[in-house]
């Protein structure tokens, strides 16, 4: 978390996201975030050998995010 807060979900589990916050997200473990009013900046990193786009699966779609 850069700035901002709000809550994470990691699993089944939220937890409260505020400023140098970092979580760690499991291979295939379903995340979303969730803003305050003050929203929030978030930095994602994504590491291992090989990285791509086409593994991203949106499980909901709030705010019209998907172009089909």
Request: proline share 1%.
């Amino acid at each position: 978390m850069v700035d901002g807060d709000g809550g994470l979900l990691c699993g089944e589990r939220w937890v409260e996201a505020k400023a140098g916050l970092m979580l760690s997200i499991p291979c295939g473990a379903a995340h979303r975030a969730r803003s305050q009013i003050s929203g929030l900046v978030i930095l994602e990193v994504q590491h291992g050998d090989e990285l791509r786009e086409e593994d991203i699966e949106r499980l909901q779609d709030d705010y019209g995010l998907v172009i089909n």
